[in-house]
């Protein structure tokens, strides 16, 4: 990435004001509802106030809060954020206060899970399990609906009294309203179901009664589904006709949402390229005047600034940008846009960590959602400190210690740094991590860090330094099997470096992330993570968003793969167990579209001239490939440890020098950053 495209660029239109209702928002960028659970952690208004004052004061626009439900039905999970207690409501006053104090506006998401809640007793127009719920929805009473809308209208004017400047109505993603407005999952007969006017009847009412009960000044956010991408979802003409309802009855501004939890296409994660779904927002502005806002997978100030200026949006609504950088506008405005830590699209300490029940984190940014546990002071007692390895853990490190006043010089024996995020990036989608070298490249240059690349420090160049930080990572793990030194074998790392080129059958040696990242790299066209109209063929998606539901075909259909994969492992659990919660199925999708075939339980035998030879269920097999791929894990690379120990220089190791198992970029940067607060 080339820092100077950013530097100096003017980012107009973004930055320009917009009136909505009754209110001027001061510029395009509202920061997206996210799940953070830090309601739930002790100290829970406390971290939420730090959390969103952060964010207002990097100057998003408007702030949607994560969703709050309705009632008790509309929870996701027994323990989820309501708004239908007043005096609960009040409580989040602090919070609105802080946005306020910093000069933006926050509204409350009113979302209700509908069939997607995880417990008995759940809800919906229809009795129709969702395919990603155990629990089955009873189907609602007339009564039910009436007193559902009521509801909405109730917790809006809690919000109201709490300080909040309006609220956003969640119509997608697959929740409740979204389940009532599209024929896959209302079967109803009644007036909530049947035409189209009767499906977008509850959707329409509820707007209606939160404007009716919270007056003109309030800030009503619709949020509504441009491409449900399940069968049965809706076409375009009904998307617009909801739309036109929607602003009728009283809304100032629709947000989009695209794709339903349950649908086969990835709607956010890298594997989708920056600003596909800008043209399905485009067509819910050609039938609205209201303010349109686009998102999902908008995290640059160019894509944002392109979308805007080309008018297939008024507004962009990014939200894990903002975990990756609260400051994201403010350093647009401030003209040092090469200084945002973009987000990466990896889902891996966001998604993946609200879904096992933890606090949302960042994998770019280990204060988001923490922010009450570091500090921005500078050190009282600035050291003279060398950081060996100028990986993900050694800039991580770098960077926030050269922040926090120290000097640093880093010493990296390549000749660029990056270390294992080089070879990362070279999977389908992972060219963002091409932005974290830019973010750390800047931030380094700014602090004033000094860089010493292809130089491998020795102890000579350490002494003289008051700390050492062995950030060295790891090497690729060479298993010891005959015939591992055949002119077959190929390492990860020479793969995706392009040091060797693999034949036109592979066999891959290990099924863990990078197995999985190597046998995708190895069998996708890279048109497919780049462009919009490869990635919607792969995936079966109407690029002019206009069928029904925005499908052209079959999301699991397979597709044609440049090479032959075979991918092994020992264990004989089910291949791709361990990938991220929320990335996991689409690369496990991908493969299978690409013919990937996957073989566990086996035992490596040998590896010669006939390919590699395995024992499965007792029998002998030869995997018959032209390369095979070592994927099997790493070692660590820490040989200064004990030299700088001996000579008495004081030395800390981190990262992958430290652990080499279950390395990963979020582990890395963590251990960096947390170690240059305590240097
Ligand atoms: P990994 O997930 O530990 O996988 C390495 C695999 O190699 C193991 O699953 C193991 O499987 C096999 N193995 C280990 N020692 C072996 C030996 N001596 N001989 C033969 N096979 C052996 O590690 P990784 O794939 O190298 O990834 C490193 C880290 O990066 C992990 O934390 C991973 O989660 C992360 N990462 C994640 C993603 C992603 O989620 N998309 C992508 C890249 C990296 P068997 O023992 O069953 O054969
Ligand atoms: Fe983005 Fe990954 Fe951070 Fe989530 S964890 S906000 S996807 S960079």
Same mark, same amino acid.
């Given at each position: =990435?080339d820092?100077?495209?950013?530097?100096?660029?003017?980012?107009?239109?973004?930055?320009?004001?917009?009136?909505?209702? !009754?209110?001027?928002?001061?510029?395009?960028?509202?920061?997206?509802?996210?799940?953070?659970r830090?309601?739930?952690?002790?100290n829970g208004?406390?971290?939420?106030?730090?959390?969103?004052?952060?964010r207002?004061?990097?100057?998003?626009?408007?702030?949607?809060?994560?969703?709050?439900?309705?009632?008790?039905?509309?929870?996701?999970?027994?323990?989820?954020?309501?708004?239908?207690?007043?005096?609960?409501?009040?409580?989040l006053?602090?919070i609105?206060?802080?946005?306020?104090?910093?000069?933006?506006?926050?509204?409350?998401?009113?979302?209700?899970?509908?069939?997607?809640a995880?417990?008995?007793?759940?809800?919906?127009?229809?009795?129709?399990?969702?395919?990603?719920?155990?629990?089955?929805?009873?189907?609602?009473?007339?009564?039910?609906?009436? #007193?559902t809308?009521?509801d909405?209208a109730?917790?809006a004017?809690?919000?109201?009294?709490?300080?909040f400047?309006?609220?956003?109505i969640?119509?997608?993603?697959?929740?409740?309203?979204?389940?009532?407005?599209?024929?896959?999952?209302?079967?109803?007969?009644?007036?909530?179901?049947?035409?189209?006017?009767?499906?977008?009847?509850?959707?329409v009412?509820?707007?209606?009664?939160?404007?009716?009960?919270?007056g003109p000044?309030?800030?009503?956010?619709?949020?509504?589904? *441009?491409?449900?991408?399940?069968?049965?979802?809706?076409?375009?003409?009904e998307? +617009?006709?909801?739309a036109r309802? $929607?602003?009728?009855?009283?809304?100032?501004?629709?947000?989009?949402?695209?794709?339903?939890?349950?649908?086969?296409?990835?709607?956010?994660?890298?594997?989708?390229?920056?600003g596909?779904?800008?043209?399905?927002?485009?067509?819910?502005?050609?039938?609205?005047?209201?303010?349109?806002?686009?998102?999902n997978?908008?995290?640059?100030p160019?894509?944002?600034?392109?979308?805007?200026?080309?008018?297939d +949006?008024?507004? !962009?609504?990014?939200?894990?940008?903002?975990?990756?950088?609260?400051?994201?506008?403010?350093?647009?405005?401030?003209g040092?846009?090469?200084?945002?830590?973009t987000?990466i699209?990896?889902?891996?300490?966001?998604?993946?960590?609200?879904?096992?029940?933890?606090? &949302?984190?960042?994998?770019?940014?280990?204060?988001?959602?923490?922010?009450?546990?570091?500090?921005?002071?500078?050190?009282?007692?600035?050291?003279?400190v060398?950081?060996?390895?100028?990986?993900?853990?050694? =800039?991580?490190?770098?960077?926030?210690?050269?922040?926090?006043?120290?000097?640093?010089? /880093?010493?990296?024996?390549?000749?660029?740094?990056?270390?294992?995020?080089?070879?990362?990036?070279?999977?389908?989608?992972?060219?963002?991590f091409?932005?974290?070298?830019?973010?750390?490249?800047? @931030?380094?240059d #700014?602090?004033?860090?000094?860089?010493?690349?292809?130089?491998?420090?020795?102890?000579?160049?350490?002494?003289?330094?008051?700390?050492v !930080?062995?950030?060295?990572?790891?090497?690729?793990?060479?298993?010891?099997?005959p015939?591992?030194?055949?002119?077959?074998?190929?390492?990860? *790392?020479?793969?995706?470096?392009?040091?060797?080129? &693999?034949?036109?059958t592979v066999?891959?040696?290990?099924?863990?992330?990078?197995?999985?990242?190597?046998?995708?790299?190895?069998?996708?066209?890279?048109?497919?993570?780049?462009?919009?109209a490869?990635?919607?063929?792969?995936?079966?998606?109407d690029?002019?968003?206009?069928?029904?539901g925005?499908?052209?075909?079959?999301?699991?259909?397979?597709?044609?793969?440049?090479?032959?994969?075979?991918?092994?492992?020992?264990?004989?659990?089910?291949?791709?167990q361990?990938l991220?919660?929320?990335?996991?199925w689409?690369?496990r999708n991908a493969?299978?579209?690409?013919?990937?075939?996957?073989?566990?339980?086996?035992?490596?035998?040998?590896?010669?001239d006939?390919?590699?030879?395995? @024992?499965?269920?007792?029998?002998?097999? !030869?995997?018959?490939?032209?390369?095979?791929?070592?994927c099997?894990?790493?070692?660590?690379?820490?040989?200064?440890?004990?030299?700088?120990?001996?000579?008495? $220089?004081?030395?800390? =190791?981190?990262?992958? *020098?430290?652990?080499?198992?279950? @390395?990963d970029? @979020?582990?890395a940067?963590?251990?960096?950053?947390? /170690?240059?607060?305590?240097?």
């Amino acid at each position: =990435m080339d820092m100077s495209d950013r530097r100096g660029r003017t980012f107009e239109k973004l930055l320009s004001p917009i009136r909505a209702g !009754v209110h001027d928002l001061r510029n395009r960028v509202i920061m997206g509802s996210m799940h953070t659970r830090l309601e739930t952690e002790p100290n829970g208004i406390e971290r939420q106030v730090a959390f969103y004052r952060e964010r207002a004061h990097g100057e998003a626009a408007l702030i949607v809060t994560g969703g709050f439900a309705p009632n008790a039905e509309g929870m996701f999970d027994p323990e989820g954020p309501r708004l239908d207690d007043p005096q609960q409501a009040l409580g989040l006053k602090l919070i609105c206060d802080a946005v306020h104090q910093e000069g933006s506006l926050i509204c409350a998401q009113i979302c209700h899970a509908g069939r997607y809640a995880k417990f008995e007793g759940c809800v919906a127009p229809s009795a129709i399990r969702a395919p990603i719920n155990r629990f089955s929805p009873r189907e609602m009473s007339q009564q039910d609906i009436l #007193r559902t809308v009521d509801d909405f209208a109730r917790a809006a004017l809690n919000a109201q009294a709490a300080g909040f400047d309006g609220v956003e109505i969640m119509g997608s993603e697959g929740y409740l309203i979204n389940e009532f407005t599209v024929t896959h999952t209302n079967k109803r007969q009644d007036d909530w179901g049947g035409s189209a006017d009767n499906r977008h009847r509850f959707p329409v009412e509820i707007v209606r009664a939160v404007r009716d009960r919270c007056g003109p000044g309030f800030l009503i956010i619709y949020r509504i589904s *441009a491409a449900d991408l399940v069968e049965g979802g809706a076409p375009a003409e009904e998307i +617009a006709a909801l739309a036109r309802k $929607i602003e009728a009855s009283g809304a100032d501004i629709l947000n989009t949402g695209i794709g339903w939890h349950e649908a086969r296409v990835p709607t956010i994660a890298y594997p989708v390229p920056r600003g596909a779904w800008r043209k399905a927002a485009a067509n819910v502005k050609a039938a609205v005047s209201i303010p349109v806002v686009a998102s999902n997978r908008i995290n640059t100030p160019e894509v944002a600034e392109d979308i805007l200026a080309s008018g297939d +949006a008024d507004m !962009v609504s990014m939200a894990r940008p903002f975990l990756a950088d609260p400051h994201f506008v403010k350093k647009v405005r401030e003209g040092r846009a090469h200084e945002i830590n973009t987000c990466i699209a990896c889902n891996q300490a966001c998604l993946d960590f609200i879904f096992s029940d933890r606090p &949302a984190n960042c994998l770019v940014n280990p204060r988001a959602g923490r922010e009450t546990e570091f500090r921005d002071t500078p050190s009282e007692t600035p050291k003279k400190v060398a950081i060996v390895g100028g990986g993900a853990a050694g =800039m991580a490190t770098a960077a926030e210690a050269a922040r926090l006043g120290h000097a640093i010089t /880093l010493f990296e024996a390549e000749n660029r740094l990056g270390g294992q995020l080089n070879l990362a990036r070279v999977a389908p989608g992972k060219h963002e991590f091409d932005e974290t070298l830019r973010y750390y490249a800047a @931030l380094m240059d #700014r602090h004033g860090v000094t860089l010493r690349l292809g130089l491998r420090a020795t102890v000579d160049d350490l002494a003289g330094f008051d700390h050492v !930080v062995i950030a060295s990572g790891v090497t690729p793990r060479i298993p010891d099997i005959p015939g591992i030194d055949h002119p077959k074998v190929a390492t990860y *790392a020479e793969i995706l470096c392009g040091a060797r080129e &693999a034949g036109q059958t592979v066999a891959i040696m290990g099924a863990g992330g990078i197995g999985h990242d190597v046998a995708e790299f190895l069998v996708t066209h890279p048109a497919e993570a780049n462009e919009n109209a490869a990635f919607f063929d792969t995936w079966g998606v109407d690029g002019q968003f206009r069928n029904a539901g925005a499908l052209a075909g079959d999301p699991l259909a397979a597709v044609p793969a440049k090479r032959k994969v075979v991918m092994l492992q020992r264990k004989t659990s089910k291949v791709g167990q361990g990938l991220g919660i929320s990335t996991g199925w689409i690369l496990r999708n991908a493969l299978r579209k690409h013919g990937v075939e996957t073989l566990a339980g086996v035992v490596y035998q040998r590896i010669d001239d006939r390919g590699l030879h395995v @024992l499965l269920n007792g029998e002998t097999k !030869v995997i018959a490939a032209d390369t095979i791929v070592l994927c099997t894990g790493q070692e660590p690379v820490r040989t200064l440890h004990e030299a700088l120990a001996a000579r008495g $220089i004081p030395a800390s =190791m981190i990262g992958g *020098a430290a652990e080499a198992a279950e @390395l990963d970029a @979020l582990r890395a940067i963590d251990e960096g950053v947390r /170690l240059a607060q305590s240097l």
